[in-house]
């Protein structure tokens, strides 16, 4: 079977609707589709979901400890760790467990081998069945500032039979941009004001970077200018769907619905956000959507 595509979603700043897109994308395909809740800080899809949680996991990262008995002060685990992690000045190194990824390469390089790995919980991932969508959700533990190595587990789960959407942090910081990296298209949402504008231009240059083809959602289309609009169509960039400033959308935003389901009228606008994508001649993505 073909590998499924995985589309991602992200904004450069928060409270556009990128959660709104995500799910109510991810319902409106009616087929079993897998949502990816990545902001693992603040993960929300499952407040619009009325699913059945099946199971959690914890997720640990390997942090170093040191045999002070074997270790003769060298530094070159320090001078290894671009982190700032685990420091040495010519004498038995200091960890710093909360800066630390969990790369491995202070043990690796240590020439003594006086370093060894020990588990340290950063969040679990769980997993929440809702009628098509198979809801996969990272929890960072609260003090704990390590986004990526959770993300990565979250990612980790990804089935390569069944279409992915991947609902990432807001902004444009590592842990977007682990999200974002190997998924085969990326919805940007923004909003048509001034900081939405600002915001989607970061949002822009660091997809660009990373060479994932995308598209921009307009959310909340009647307010503020078009300044987004002009921007979008200067830089070529498509703009696949355009959500009305509708009183009601937030309304039921605020119930915790979704959006196709309290408002009817909206599926087609979701189902030609899928349509868009798949016409796109760079996104190379097909995905099956079925009408209820
Ligand atoms: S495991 Fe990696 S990030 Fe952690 S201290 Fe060692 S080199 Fe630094
Ligand atoms: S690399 Fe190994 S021996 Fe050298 S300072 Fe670090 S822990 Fe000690």
Do not use: W
Request: proline fraction near 7%; charged fraction near 25%; aromatic fraction near 4%.
């Amino acid at each position: 079977m073909n590998k499924q595509p995985v589309i991602s979603i992200a904004s450069g700043k928060g409270g556009t609707g990128k959660t709104t897109v995500a799910v109510n994308l991810a319902r409106v395909l009616g087929s079993p589709v897998q949502l990816l809740d990545c902001d693992v800080e603040e993960p929300n899809d499952h407040l619009f979901l009325n699913g059945a949680a099946q199971k959690e996991e914890i997720v640990v990262i390997p942090i170093p400890q040191v045999d002070e008995s074997l270790c003769d002060g060298c530094a070159e685990c320090g001078r290894f760790c671009q982190y700032h992690a685990i420091v040495s000045f010519g004498t038995k190194p200091l960890v710093f467990p909360d800066m630390c990824h969990g790369c491995g390469g202070c043990a690796k390089v240590c020439p003594k081998k006086a370093i060894r790995e020990i588990d340290k919980r950063i969040g679990t991932v769980g997993t929440i069945m809702a009628e098509n969508i198979t809801l996969i959700q990272g929890r960072l533990d609260v003090g704990v500032a390590m986004a990526p190595p959770l993300i990565r587990a979250v990612k980790s789960r990804l089935r390569d039979d069944l279409p992915a959407i991947l609902d990432a942090p807001p902004g444009t910081s590592c842990p977007v941009i682990a999200t974002l990296r190997e998924t085969d298209f990326t919805i940007l949402v923004t909003e048509p004001t001034p900081f939405g504008l600002h915001d989607l231009t970061l949002a822009v240059d660091m997809i660009r970077e990373l060479k994932v083809p995308f598209g921009v959602v307009v959310n909340r289309v009647g307010m503020g200018d078009d300044r987004v609009h002009v921007f979008c169509k200067e830089q070529n960039i498509p703009v696949l769907l355009e959500i009305p400033d509708d009183r009601r959308i937030a309304e039921a935003y605020s119930r915790g619905e979704l959006i196709v389901n309290a408002l009817p009228e909206y599926r087609g606008l979701f189902l030609s956000l899928i349509a868009k994508i798949m016409n796109l001649k760079n996104s190379g993505i097909s995905v099956s959507t079925k009408e209820p």
